[in-house]
């Protein structure tokens, strides 16, 4: 059983990256091995992957030139939306493609209490032997 089955996330859910479809025909099959389209599409599916604890989803979409240590997924972090707000390339016949996002997240802020916030991000992706990976912010 995959680590996404356990976390609670089940096929005919809502994606939690917010396209408006399942999870089972949105960000599973990506999450279950299956390459993303574009990259926009494998940073929906990262994005569920924080969602739900993924965190082999989550090494192996990184590029290894520059995927820090994990542990990614923290327990005390829950994410709340994802909105894309431009992608530049990473179409199917592309071999890069800028993705930026806005993740809204709630968290322990270290003293007690709880903080909501984003992480804005412009996101730099490549495809590698096929498949797109996440390389850098930028």
Do not use: N
């Not at 992706?125 to 498949?131: H, K, L, N, Q, T």
Request: glycine share 14%; with cysteine; proline share 8%.
């Amino acid at each position: 059983m995959s680590g996404v089955r356990t976390a609670g996330a089940r096929p005919s859910d809502p994606c939690p990256c917010g396209s408006g479809a399942v999870f089972g025909a949105c960000c599973e099959p990506i999450h279950d091995g299956a390459p993303a389209p574009t990259a926009e599409a494998l940073m929906r599916s990262r994005y569920s992957a924080f969602v739900v604890g993924d965190e082999d989803h989550i090494f192996r979409t990184w590029h290894p030139r520059t995927r820090p240590p994990g542990p990614y997924c923290h327990p005390g972090t829950a994410w709340l939306g994802l909105r894309i707000v431009e992608t530049v390339g990473g179409g199917a016949a592309d071999e890069t493609g800028i993705v930026e996002f806005v993740a809204r997240y709630r968290a322990w802020d270290g003293r007690g209490g709880v903080v909501e916030d984003e992480l804005v991000e412009r996101g730099r992706f490549i495809r590698r032997a096929g498949r797109w990976l996440y390389e850098t912010a930028l």
